[in-house]
C-alpha cells in the first residue's frame, strides 16, 4: 500500500471516529450505542474499494467502542465494521448491475445480523433482537450520508486530486 493511500485511510479513519463521537445515542437495552460510523465506512469502501472499506471500518468500530466506554464491544465492532466495510467496497466497485445499491443494502444487512448475533452473545436473544431497530435506523441514515456525500466528492474529484477510483 502507498504511503498516498495510507496517508488518506487514516485520515478517514480519524473522521469517522471523530463524526462518530460527535453522536452518540445510548441504547440501554442492549448496552449499545448508535452511531454515524457508517457515513465513514461506507465512503471509505466507496472512494477505496474493499480493502479501504475494511481498514477504515475495523479500525474506527473499535476507536469508537474503546473511546466511548463500551470496550465489551471492540472486537465485535472491529470485525463487523470491518467486514461491512469490505464487503460494500467489494461490491460497490464489482462492475454488477445495480451494485452501487445492493452494496451499500447488503453491507447493512450483514451489520445488523453481526450486532444481533453479537448481542445475543454478550447479553440475550431478545437484547439481540431489540438492536435492530436502532442498527436499522444507522444504517440507513449512514446510508442515504453516503450516496448524497459520494455524489459531491466525485463531482469535486478532479479539483481536489483525491485519487479515488
Known amino acids: 500500500m502507498k504511503v498516498k493511500r495510507l496517508a ?13 463521537m460527535m453522536v452518540i445515542i445510548p441504547i440501554p437495552a442492549t448496552k449499545g ?48 465494521h470491518g467486514l461491512q466495510g469490505y464487503i460494500a467496497g467489494q461490491l460497490f466497485h464489482s462492475g454488477l448491475p445495480f451494485a452501487k445499491v445492493w452494496s451499500l443494502i447488503l453491507a447493512s444487512v450483514w451489520m445488523i445480523v453481526g450486532y444481533f448475533f453479537a448481542t445475543s452473545l454478550l447479553y440475550t436473544w431478545p437484547a439481540g433482537i431489540a438492536s435492530i431497530p436502532g442498527n436499522i435506523v444507522q444504517t440507513a441514515f449512514g446510508m442515504g450520508v453516503t450516496y448524497l456525500s459520494y455524489g459531491a466528492i466525485l463531482r469535486s474529484k478532479k479539483m481536489l486530486h483525491l485519487g479515488v477510483k
Not at 14 to 20: D, G, N, Q, R
Not at 44 to 52: E, I, R, Y
Open 8 to 20: 488518506q485511510l487514516a485520515m478517514m479513519t480519524a473522521l469517522t471516529v471523530a463524526l462518530s
Open 33 to 80: 450505542i448508535v452511531t454515524l460510523c457508517e457515513v465513514g465506512i461506507y465512503l471509505s469502501a466507496c472512494l477505496f474499494g474493499g480493502t479501504g472499506g475494511l481498514i477504515v471500518g475495523s479500525l474506527s468500530g473499535g476507536l469508537i467502542d474503546l473511546l466511548s466506554g463500551y470496550p465489551q464491544w471492540m472486537i465485535f465492532s472491529f470485525v463487523i
